[in-house]
Every structure is written in structure tokens, then in C-alpha cells.
């Protein structure tokens, strides 16, 4: 198990931090998008992660906002809603593991949680060469608006049962997917999935989603490079 720290530059803010950790043997990564008011150090996306990297699958977590950034967010939260910028800083992310010599190989899944679900889907509807697989968790996928319909890689949405609100507008966003794509309801959990077990099923449903989406594929890093 490999453990790096990553500066990643968005020019002209300055740069956003990420933890990316690599099993031995990984046959996958996963580049993690937080949710709203959330950062890399997410207990619940670093919950998941783990248990991705048990099943040997590469995990990418990194901050969507600069230091500066998430200083002004505290007060206005004017940038938490911001789709485009944070589908921007993903796609950097995206970048920096298909680029890496551990991971550039490897297929690439994105998991967005909240507004990061959004802001993975337009990731991946502009760029569905480079990525294999998608998951939600309790996402506003609805945020995604007219990307939804050009999203190509598989795509999964986890969302509680008695998240009911968010419930209704992933189900609406399901049905402007094109893409093959499933919705999965968590019995009796709300948003944040804090009920004993449920996070634990977020992952088991993650972890085979990726698994299932994930091959290797001859020429794979020189086409997503492209």
C-alpha cells in the first residue's frame, strides 16, 4: 500500500491538496468528490475509501476548494453550489492520477457525494474516454442539469430511503440518463447514511459497481490522454 500527498495546481488560485493511496496490485482508482461544506478529510468518503482499497482499488481524495477558498466559504458558502468550478477542479484531479507513473495505467472511477456528485457527472459527460465508471452517494445529481443526458461511463445512484427530497430528484436525473446506470435505495437511511450499516452498504455497493466497471484496456492511457 503506497500513501502520497499531492499538490494540484489551478492556476490562478493556487493549489488544492489530495491524499492518493495505491494497493499493491490495484486494478483500479478512484478519484473521490466531496460534498457541500465537506473537504478531503470527509469521515464518511474515507470510510468508503477504505474499504475500496481493500478490494484493491486505487482511492484519490482531495479538497475541491484552495486554503483561501474554504476560508471565504465559511462565511458565504457562495462556491459549495458551484458546479462548474468544482467539475473543473475535479477534471484536474482526473488529470493528475491518469499522468501519475502509479496510476496512469489504471482505469478510472469517480465517487461524488452531495454537489461533488454533480460536479463528477459533468466531469465524466466531458470526458468519457477517460473515465470508467460512476457512483453517487446521497448526490445532487440533479445539479448536473442538461450534462446528465451526455454522460456515457456506467452510473450508479446510492441515496436513503428516507432521504426523500434528494430521493425524488435522483430519481427525476435517472431518467434523463442515457448511459446504463442504476438507482439503489439504502433501507432506512437518511442523507448523511449515519444508521448502523448503512455506510457500510454504501461501500459494498460502490466497491462492486467499480469492480464490475473496471478493465484494463490495451492503449488505455494514451487514449484518455488524448
Known amino acids: 500500500m503506497h500513501h502520497r500527498e499531492l499538490e494540484l495546481h ?3 488560485s493556487g493549489t488544492i ?5 495505491v494497493p499493491d496490485g490495484a486494478r483500479g482508482v478512484v478519484v473521490f468528490a466531496h460534498g457541500s461544506g465537506s473537504s478531503r478529510s470527509s469521515p464518511r468518503n474515507r470510510q468508503v475509501a477504505a474499504e475500496l482499497q481493500r478490494l484493491g482499488l ?15 466559504e465559511r462565511d458565504t458558502g457562495h462556491l459549495r453550489f458551484d458546479i462548474e468550478l468544482l467539475a473543473r477542479r475535479l ?4 488529470t493528475a492520477a491518469i499522468d501519475d507513473a502509479e496510476t496512469g495505467h489504471l482505469p478510472v472511477g469517480l465517487f461524488g ?4 456528485a454533480a460536479a463528477a457527472l459533468v466531469a465524466a459527460a466531458r470526458r468519457p474516454e477517460a473515465i470508467a465508471a ?3 452517494r446521497g448526490g445532487r445529481a440533479d445539479l448536473a442539469g442538461d450534462a446528465l443526458e451526455a454522460v456515457q461511463p456506467p452510473t450508479l445512484l446510492i441515496v436513503g430511503e428516507r432521504d426523500r427530497q434528494v430521493l425524488e430528484l435522483n430519481e427525476r436525473a435517472a431518467a434523463r440518463l442515457r448511459c446504463e446506470h442504476a438507482l439503489v435505495v439504502v433501507a432506512d437511511a437518511t442523507h448523511l447514511f449515519e444508521e448502523p450499516g448503512a ?6 455497493l460502490a466497491g462492486e459497481w467499480f469492480t464490475a466497471h473496471f478493465s484494463p484496456r490495451v492503449g488505455a492511457h494514451d487514449a484518455r490522454r488524448r
Do not use: K, M, N
Open 134 to 136: 460512476v457512483v453517487s
Open 199 to 204: 455506510l457500510e452498504e454504501v461501500a459494498h
Open 17 to 21: 491538496r489530495g491524499d492518493l493511496v
Open 113 to 116: 457525494a452531495s454537489t461533488g
Open 58 to 72: 486505487g482511492t484519490l481524495l482531495f479538497d475541491l476548494l484552495t486554503e483561501a477558498e474554504e476560508v471565504a
Open 10 to 12: 489551478v492556476d490562478p
Open 91 to 94: 477534471d484536474v484531479a482526473v
